[in-house]
């Protein structure tokens, strides 16, 4: 007589581990930041993101109400994530320069050591820098739905950056897109060999080139 199998563990439940729900949506933008730096918005499905989360897609949309949210959530997490870590490579205090500081002119610093603490900083979370530099590219299409914030992003930071440079050069608007497109593409070539390349020693030697024009403009104006 055949005896009866015995029977396996059970199935394990993904949701098993309880997390406080603020700490479970923590995990959720963690889990999701990753996936899209490394795939892009478009390559990440939100099962992707439950099964890195040990979550069912039912479980991760109680905490996040679609994809296109989780993108935003991610960002809005990002801005202040960064803007935190700026000001502690600026040595400022939150009165100095705002969260938000591309909204306005930060004050209590001058452009060269806002753009040297925002390389030093992007320097030290690679992760990061990729998640947005993939996402800036897949955003160029307008059906995209990070594109209005990317538009918005660019605006500001370029306004930001031509308001610290009004003393520098009588074309602040010139020096300011000049700096993002230096700062962007020498990231891009940091995130292709980054053992090759010391993003901040790049970056010091391409400032001496643009603020070296600034310096002498102001001299003899």
Request: aromatic share 4%; with cysteine.
């Amino acid at each position: 007589m055949r005896r009866p199998m015995a029977e396996g563990p059970p199935a394990r439940r993904r949701d098993r581990l309880r997390l406080p729900a603020t700490e479970r949506r923590r995990q959720i933008i963690d889990a999701a930041t990753g996936l899209i730096a490394d795939r892009g918005f478009w390559g990440v499905s939100m099962q992707d993101i439950a099964d890195r989360c040990e979550l069912t897609v039912p479980g991760l949309l109680r905490h996040m109400e679609s994809k296109v949210g989780l993108l935003i959530a991610v960002l809005e997490h990002r801005d202040v994530e960064d803007a935190r870590s700026l000001r502690s490579h600026l040595g400022a205090s939150a009165a100095e320069v705002p969260e938000d500081w591309a909204a306005g002119r930060p004050v209590g610093v001058d452009l060269r050591s806002l753009c040297a603490a925002t390389i030093a900083r992007n320097a030290t979370q690679p992760e990061i820098v990729r998640l947005f530099t993939v996402l800036a590219a897949e955003s160029l299409e307008p059906a995209h739905p990070a594109h209005a914030y990317f538009v918005r992003r660019q605006e500001l930071a370029a306004a930001a950056y031509a308001a610290l440079a009004e003393q520098l050069t009588d074309r602040p608007d010139v020096l300011a897109r000049q700096i993002m497109a230096m700062m962007d593409g020498l990231q891009i070539h940091w995130l292709r060999d980054p053992a090759a390349t010391d993003l901040v020693q790049e970056w010091e030697s391409a400032a001496e080139t643009l603020f070296a024009r600034t310096t002498t403009a102001v001299t003899t104006s």
